[in-house]
């Protein structure tokens, strides 16, 4: 089992990071993303990161999110840049064993981005 926790933080220039720090078979992870859910909306995804460092971004995000693992700590970043009111969604760590077309094994319980016009 793997267990994922949110967090999220304000960088200095206004910019705003969410952090998942990863505990348990840490080393049966192969792909982490982040996800989000924004209200009456189907969750869609964000970005993915696999073990072979290979990146995905949504459209929607490229360019404005930044997408980083700390191994040593096993914790992910998403750096968020740029933010829109359309950005307002309940974000979720994931991980999975496979590659990420398969879908996701392990979730967090989201942590909660608001961005006012």
Do not use: H
């Not at 267990?3 to 840490?26: D, F, M, N, P, Y």
């Not at 460092?53 to 970043?77: C, M, P, Q």
């Amino acid at each position: 089992q793997v267990q994922l926790v949110e967090s999220s933080s304000v960088q200095t220039g206004g910019s705003l990071r969410l952090s998942c720090a990863a505990s348990g078979s840490i080393y049966t992870v192969y792909t982490m993303a982040w996800y989000r859910q924004a209200p009456e909306k189907e969750r869609e995804l964000v970005a993915t990161i696999t073990s072979g460092k290979t990146k995905y971004y949504a459209s929607t995000v490229e360019g404005r999110f930044t997408f980083s693992l700390d191994s040593t700590k096993n914790v992910l970043y998403l750096e968020m840049s740029s933010l829109k009111p359309e950005d307002t969604a309940t974000y979720y760590c994931a991980a999975s064993r496979r590659s990420p077309e398969y879908g996701m094994d392990y979730w967090g319980n989201g942590t909660l981005v608001t961005v006012s016009s």
